[in-house]
């Protein structure tokens, strides 16, 4: 090997011993700092997971006293176990509701769902329908109506056609059985219970050659 050539190598090793005298301490509080997040982080997903596990039983048993029929001691459990965030702000006044109609005590299941603001996005519109089918039941349309907002989905717009039939505005019922058949699959089976509505209504289902309904 030339001589050259060892002096250029013992150059360059002299510069990297240099800057490893130079910047040794950054290294090593750099590789400190990284193995502290790295356990804090285990950590935290730690604790996060046992949360989620820790709800989770406590929305089981919340379950269990609602079967039971233990409807105040659900409700008292859901206050204290953390069950009014996340997707169970929206679970349980949906099993709570259902089974306050089961018990004969709508106003109170209308209670429960008004009460749900906090809704999961997914769920939400599943609160307003179930909350707006009480309210049309129980005779209050233009609450129903205003629970349902500006939903266009078949589901909302069937509910909002047995709200406008029940306060006896027919042609506002018929338009939306109109739109809510328009919204459904043909082969969707619930199409048909919804041409009953819209005859009742005093409307005419469309024909096979597309004619609207009037």
Same mark, same amino acid.
């Given at each position: 090997?030339?001589?050259?050539?060892?002096?250029?190598?013992?150059?360059?090793?002299?510069?990297?011993?240099?800057?490893?005298?130079?910047?040794?301490?950054?290294?090593?509080?750099?590789?400190?700092?990284?193995?502290?997040?790295?356990?804090?982080?285990?950590?935290?997903?730690?604790?996060?997971?046992?949360?989620?596990?820790?709800?989770?039983?406590?929305?089981?048993?919340?379950?269990?006293?609602?079967?039971?029929?233990?409807?105040?001691?659900?409700?008292?459990?859901?206050?204290?176990?953390?069950?009014?965030?996340?997707?169970?702000?929206?679970?349980?006044?949906?099993? @709570? !509701?259902?089974?306050? #109609?089961? +018990? /004969?005590? &709508?106003?109170? $299941?209308? %209670?429960? *769902?008004?009460?749900?603001?906090? =809704?999961?996005?997914?769920?939400?519109?599943?609160?307003?329908?179930? @909350? !707006?089918?009480?309210? #049309?039941? +129980? /005779?209050? &349309?233009?609450? $129903?109506? %205003?629970? *349902?907002?500006?939903?266009?989905? =078949?589901?909302?717009?069937?509910?909002?056609?047995?709200?406008?039939?029940? !306060?006896?505005?027919?042609?506002? +019922?018929?338009?939306?059985?109109? $739109?809510?058949?328009?919204?459904?699959?043909?082969?969707?089976?619930?199409?048909?219970?919804?041409?009953?509505?819209?005859?009742?209504?005093?409307?005419?289902?469309?024909?096979?050659?597309?004619?609207?309904?009037?």
């Amino acid at each position: 090997m030339a001589v050259d050539e060892l002096l250029d190598e013992h150059e360059q090793g002299e510069r990297v011993r240099q800057w490893i005298r130079e910047n040794a301490l950054g290294v090593v509080g750099g590789i400190a700092v990284a193995l502290v997040l790295v356990y804090g982080w285990g950590r935290w997903q730690d604790h996060l997971q046992g949360k989620r596990i820790e709800t989770g039983a406590a929305y089981a048993t919340f379950n269990e006293r609602v079967a039971a029929g233990e409807l105040e001691e659900a409700r008292a459990l859901a206050g204290s176990a953390g069950l009014e965030e996340g997707v169970y702000a929206s679970l349980v006044p949906l099993d @709570l !509701a259902a089974a306050q #109609v089961g +018990a /004969g005590d &709508t106003e109170a $299941a209308i %209670a429960t *769902l008004s009460d749900a603001r906090e =809704a999961d996005p997914a769920l939400g519109p599943v609160i307003a329908r179930r @909350l !707006a089918v009480l309210l #049309v039941d +129980a /005779g209050r &349309t233009d609450e $129903a109506l %205003a629970a *349902l907002g500006d939903a266009r989905d =078949a589901g909302s717009l069937e509910i909002r056609g047995d709200a406008e039939r029940a !306060a006896g505005r027919l042609e506002q +019922a018929r338009e939306a059985y109109t $739109a809510a058949l328009a919204a459904l699959d043909e082969a969707a089976p619930q199409r048909g219970l919804l041409q009953i509505k819209l005859i009742d209504a005093g409307g005419t289902p469309a024909g096979d050659d597309g004619e609207q309904a009037r």
